[in-house]
């Protein structure tokens, strides 16, 4: 048994990637075309695009969940050939095993780690606690409403203590409330634990809200069509015509890459 093991936030680049899927019918589909960028450690990057631009792959292949046909992905300078516990994915469709309580969901990656039951104990009660749900540690994935879910989805990400959080479309299950409700807390979080984080959005007002840089992508296949810094201090104002101003550049942007 272990203890857990906290990784630094790392550096993230992808250099020169192509990512081509063979399809049923043969003809094939080129998702990602010739993508570089790099991430520095700790920062939020955020990825937005039309349908089918290559987000979520991009995702994966920084994940480890795909390889690239060409290119390379790097974190920490080591190439990316497989999941691995310091890269934890949040997925929009929650991912949660029905079978198992908040609790149980929460300890996976920990009891897979091999770390300690008491360790572990504790790191799950700070988790749930982090995203406010200690009092719903016993109940059932299906007892619970989706904004929950998601933090779940969470917690179990934020439990192996992962240096780069990969979020797609985590709040897209979830009304707008809520929605609001979860950008607060991850951006707290993101504050107080130090993580690299690529966070894959439709929602521009969304992008601009939380991130240090937006990448834009093209349609398909997907290209790196901007790479915008968001100057702007946090905690942010939506209502603020400089915050409106990177949102209408950014609408622009991806309407011009359809
Ligand atoms: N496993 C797969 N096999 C074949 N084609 C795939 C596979 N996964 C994705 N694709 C194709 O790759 C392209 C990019 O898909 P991807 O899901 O990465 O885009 P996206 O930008 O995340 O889309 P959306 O915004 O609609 O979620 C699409 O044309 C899609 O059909």
Request: charged residues 25%.
């Amino acid at each position: 048994m272990t203890d857990t093991v906290s990784s630094p936030a790392p550096t993230v680049a992808v250099e020169g990637v192509h990512k081509r899927y063979e399809t049923t019918d043969g003809a094939g589909t080129t998702a990602l075309a010739d993508v570089s960028f790099t991430i520095d450690p700790g920062e939020f990057v955020t990825v937005v695009g039309p349908s089918g631009c290559g987000k979520t792959t991009l995702a994966r292949l920084v994940g480890g969940f795909e390889s690239p046909t060409s290119g390379r992905v790097l974190v920490d300078e080591t190439p990316v050939t497989s999941p691995a516990p310091d890269r934890a994915m949040v997925f929009q469709a929650y991912h949660l095993f029905p079978w198992l309580s908040v609790q149980e969901n929460v300890a996976f990656g920990l009891v897979e780690q091999g770390v300690a039951e008491d360790v572990r104990n504790e790191r799950v009660e700070a988790m749930l606690e982090l995203v406010g749900l200690s009092d719903r540690a016993s109940a059932y994935p299906a007892e619970l409403s989706g904004g929950m879910k998601q933090r779940v989805g969470l917690a179990r990400a934020l439990a192996v203590d992962p240096g780069l959080l990969l979020m797609d479309e985590p709040f897209g299950s979830v009304d707008s409330q809520t929605r609001r409700r979860l950008q607060r807390e991850l951006l707290d979080i993101w504050r107080t634990v130090e993580k690299t984080v690529v966070f894959v959005t439709h929602d521009i007002q969304e992008a601009v809200l939380m991130s240090d840089r937006v990448l834009v992508l093209t349609g398909t296949p997907g290209r790196v069509r901007d790479d915008v810094t968001v100057e702007l201090p946090r905690p942010r104002d939506r209502t603020d015509d400089a915050f409106i101003g990177y949102v209408d550049t950014l609408f622009d942007l991806v309407e011009t890459t359809i």
